[in-house]
Nanobody, 126 residues
Framework: QVRLEERGGASVQAGGSLRLSCVAN????????MAWFRQAPGKEREVVAG???????SYTDSVKGRFTISLDREKKTIYLQMNNVKHEDAAMYYCAAGPSLYGGSWCVVQTTYDYWGQGTQVTVSS
């Protein structure tokens, strides 16, 4: 059974930095995608960034140049380094994993994912 555990959510000042992590316990596939999604109150869940097992990363436009997703294949862990955080980044952040045969841009498609974490909250203060 695959279980995703996110960590790192916190309150951060606008302009500050935060690092999220997610470990995919029980993920025995030798490939696929992992990603970060987020959902703010009253809004739909949206993709933030995804990465495949070849380290090809994709980002939603609003975080390009500010956020970096990375993958530690041995630890089955992804990280999201969030820099220059903005108020609009405040949301519940969810980790996802899926043994997709396709990588690249497929890793930012929600239907790619079979496994989801419980989420970690990011709040942004002035």
């Amino acid at each position: 059974q695959v279980r995703l555990e996110e960590r790192g959510g916190a309150s951060v000042q606008a302009g500050g930095s935060l690092r999220l992590s997610c470990v995919a316990n029980g993920y025995t596939y030798r490939g696929g995608c992992m990603a970060w999604f987020r959902q703010a109150p009253g809004k739909e869940r949206e993709v933030v960034a995804g990465v495949d097992w070849d380290d090809v990363a994709s980002y939603t436009d609003s975080v390009k140049g500010r956020f970096t997703i990375s993958l530690d294949r041995e630890k089955k862990t992804i990280y999201l380094q969030m820099n220059n955080v903005k108020h609009e980044d405040a949301a519940m952040y969810y980790c996802a994993a899926g043994p997709s045969l396709y990588g690249g841009s497929w890793c930012v498609v929600q239907t790619t994912y079979d496994y989801w974490g419980q989420g970690t909250q990011v709040t942004v203060s002035s």
